[in-house]
């Protein structure tokens, strides 16, 4: 582990989900270094196999500059290069800075490492995180936010990797003239004059391995003592409306597509024919229960964070069959039955398998607990024995293609 689970779990026990008030907790991170390689080794990944699928924004005081970030996403990390050390090649300048969302998806290390801390945080049946966690990195060298003072729709928790210090103010209260902010439709009004107000904020030093809990909807500020990197994540709170919207329109199941333009009679047509016009078994309350459970499942077999991205994940040929394997973390595969079939669910992703019984993976979830290292075939036969031989091996590569198993 890179943090002090005991310290983090007594947080989580005290603070977690609501975390209303700001919350500093000196060397949380006992390994801030093997954080930043992980972070490093993302990156590498995004911006040599799939930069256009990066979320990166570059800034430089004041701006988000669109020209920068496309710099960004066109230079690759170097071998061994780090990300301060990135940021410094490729910005050319001390004030530019940068953030990546949902960084955990480029690597599994990092994946695992981050679904560690987050699950701590959920309580099954009590509390969960529905809408998922966004893993993000910010990478600076000098100066103030870009943004200036500043508030997020979301709490922000941060786990600060060095190697340099940083500074972070946190308002209590709104001292903020209205007639001398910026609205902004990420950050509410936003302030750059900063050091007028810098008496009222209460200050916090975050040295390398510190943690560091901000509210949502409190005005704070950051100011850059030198190169370093930052882990953030952003529990978001649950967006129901739009998680029972999809969840109806993946159990409904394929319609004709609307015209990209219909009249809003189409539209109401559409849903009443959804609601009043269903006829399939089972009725379609019990389908859209089901695509809530799936749901759910993606986000725990990943530990609620985003699934891996495709770039992460070995190719269809990689050999799998030589050397030992492990599960790349617990749970990583989940597997619920409706109407007569059964999906796994594979670190976010949904497999249909032609095998009714719900049951006859019960082994193969219970095994995902284990960090025992084993073989190939002492994989496949753990599955279903119904399955044909060819059925069993392929499915055990499917299980290795999509980061479930990664070597030992």
């Keep these: 582990m890179s ?29 801030p270094q093997r954080l930043g390689r992980l972070i490093d080794r993302s990156l590498r990944t995004a911006t040599r196999r799939a930069p256009g699928d990066l979320r990166l924004r570059a800034f430089r005081p004041g701006a988000f500059d669109y020209r920068l970030t496309k710099r960004f996403v066109d230079s690759p990390l170097a071998d061994d290069e780090s990300a301060v050390e990135w940021l410094a090649r490729t910005a050319g300048d001390d004030e530019a800075c940068v953030a990546v969302n949902d960084v955990s998806a480029w690597d599994l290390g990092l994946s695992t490492a981050v679904s560690e801390i987050v699950e701590e945080l959920v309580t099954d049946g009590v509390h969960e995180l529905l809408s998922g966690t966004d893993a993000y ?35 209590h209260e709104n001292p903020f003239d209205a007639s001398r902010t910026i609205p902004s439709p990420s950050f509410g009004h936003i302030s750059f004059d900063i050091d007028e107000h810098l008496g009222s904020a209460d200050r916090y030093l975050l040295r390398p391995g510190d943690f560091l809990l901000i509210p949502q909807d409190t005005h704070h500020v950051f100011r850059n003592l030198g190169p370093s990197v930052f882990l953030g994540l952003t529990p978001y709170p649950a967006r129901t409306r739009s998680v029972i919207t999809e969840a109806l329109w993946r159990a409904a199941g394929p319609a004709d597509p609307l015209p990209a333009y219909p009249p809003a009679t189409a539209v109401a047509d559409r849903a009443r024919a959804l609601l009043t016009e269903d006829t399939a078994h089972p009725p379609l ?59 796994l669910v594979v670190r976010g992703r949904s497999v249909t398998v032609p095998v009714e019984d719900r049951a006859a993976f019960d082994a193969l979830v219970r095994a995902t607990a284990s960090t025992a290292p084993f073989s190939f075939p002492e994989l496949t036969a753990l599955l279903p024995a119904g399955l044909a031989p060819d059925s069993r091996a392929e499915l055990a590569r499917t299980l290795y293609t999509l980061g479930a198993v990664i070597a030992a």
């Design 285 to 343: 309350a019990e389908r859209v229960a089901h695509e809530l459970a799936l749901g759910r499942l993606r986000l725990r077999t990943n530990g609620h964070l985003g699934r891996p991205h495709r770039a992460a994940l070995p190719d269809s040929g990689a050999a799998v069959t030589d050397g030992p394997l492990r599960w790349s973390r617990p749970g990583a595969v989940a597997v619920a039955a409706h109407a007569g079939r059964t999906t």
């Design 3 to 31: 943090i002090d689970m005991r310290t983090w779990k007594a947080f989580a026990a005290a603070h977690a989900p609501g975390f209303s008030r700001p919350v500093f907790l000196p060397g949380l991170v006992t390994d």
């Design 137 to 171: 990195t910010f990478i600076a060298h000098s100066g103030w936010t870009p943004f200036g003072i500043h508030k997020d729709d979301e709490p922000s928790l941060i786990f600060h990797l060095g190697p340099s210090a940083k500074e972070v103010w946190i308002w």
